[in-house]
């Protein structure tokens, strides 16, 4: 069996990287071999692209140059890391992946959703996740919570306005997806988070399973 591909997205401070982490502890008590990874980011150099890409003294920074380092951060995140880890047969949980490119730079930028796809499509070479979780959350508790965090990167200075687009595109892929989107509440605890979510990957996981 080639191996499963699950991602959560949402906007900042939806509890995305808590929840992913308790929930590869759960996979990973229950037998799956996991490997849990984040965007931008992931690899080496997409690390190093990250640092670029939040500075916030990079303000200058233009809107293509941003969608591309993006796009080139995922490039070597998917040949160097995602991929052989499915070929492998495991699980791979990923904080972020193409749609919260559509969101951000798409969406929230203005820019052609077709064009920053086709771009993160090329990247990829058309990888797409099998299940991915839309942690919902509004964009003030959002905004609350990036404030109770602390100090905010290039992209979470961003005024509230962009954080609404961002919002509504997350929702917009949600509607047109919803077999491999699945839509969470995020103001619930992260108990019920975790208890939803394990729920869920496993059942998905075995249905796979049965499939193969």
Known sequence: ????????????????????????????????????????????????????????????????????LYAASRAQHVNELIRPALAAGKVVLCDRFIDASIAYQGYGLGYSIEQVRSINQQATNELS?????????????????????????RIEQRDDAFRQRVYEGFLTLAEQEPERIQLVDATQSIKALHTILCQDALAYLKKRERLS
């Open 129 to 153: 996740p099998d299940r991915t979780y839309l942690f919902n959350l509004s964009v003030a508790d959002s905004k609350q919570r990036m404030m109770d965090r602390g100090a905010l990167d």
């Open 1 to 68: 069996m080639t191996g499963t591909f699950i991602t959560v997205e949402g906007p900042d401070g939806a509890g995305k990287t808590t929840q992913l982490q308790l929930l590869a502890d759960r996979l990973t008590a229950e037998g799956y071999d996991i490997v849990m990874t984040r965007e931008p980011g992931g690899t080496r150099i997409g690390n190093e692209i990250r640092s670029l890409i939040l500075n916030p003294d990079f303000q200058e920074m233009d809107e293509m140059t941003e969608i591309l």
